[in-house]
């Protein structure tokens, strides 16, 4: 027997179906996990920044998650040399959208340069 060119031997062909239908069941099985895990990612862009004085920092940021999720935040403003010279935990709630909007205000112990989400985790 011949497949694609392929000389199989008598009597293997079921195990060559086996093998494309594990192949194939494995692939879907595979893809529809990689795609379930990445829709409950959570994103975070850091939209924008502004120092407000000399111990305040005023950071803007967007929040991509599922709407049913809940997250902390951990932002952090920095000086001119990466220091971290504030931080805040800011709450998110489970929202409607997948995309919500946010500003905080970040008390400083000096100037602050920069502003930056560390991270957020689901409650």
């Known amino acids: 027997m011949a497949v694609g060119g392929l000389k199989i031997a008598p009597g293997t062909g079921k195990w ?8 194939l069941a494995f692939t ?11 829709d409950q990612a959570i994103d975070v862009t850091t939209t924008g920044f502004k120092v407000i004085d000399d111990r305040t920092l005023k950071l ?9 999720v809940a997250v902390v935040c951990t932002v ?40 930056l989400v560390h991270d957020c985790v689901r409650r």
Request: proline share 4%; net charge positive; no cysteine.
């Open 16 to 23: 060559w179906a086996l093998g494309i239908a594990f192949t």
């Open 76 to 115: 952090h403003a920095q000086d001119q040399k990466k220091n971290v010279v504030g931080t805040l935990s800011v709450d998110i709630p489970a929202a409607t959208e997948r995309t919500t909007t946010h500003e905080v205000l970040i008390k400083t112990t000096t100037q602050a340069f920069a502003g």
């Open 28 to 38: 879907v099985f595979a893809s529809w996990r990689v795609l379930s895990v990445a």
């Open 60 to 68: 803007s940021f967007d929040v991509h998650k599922p709407p049913q």
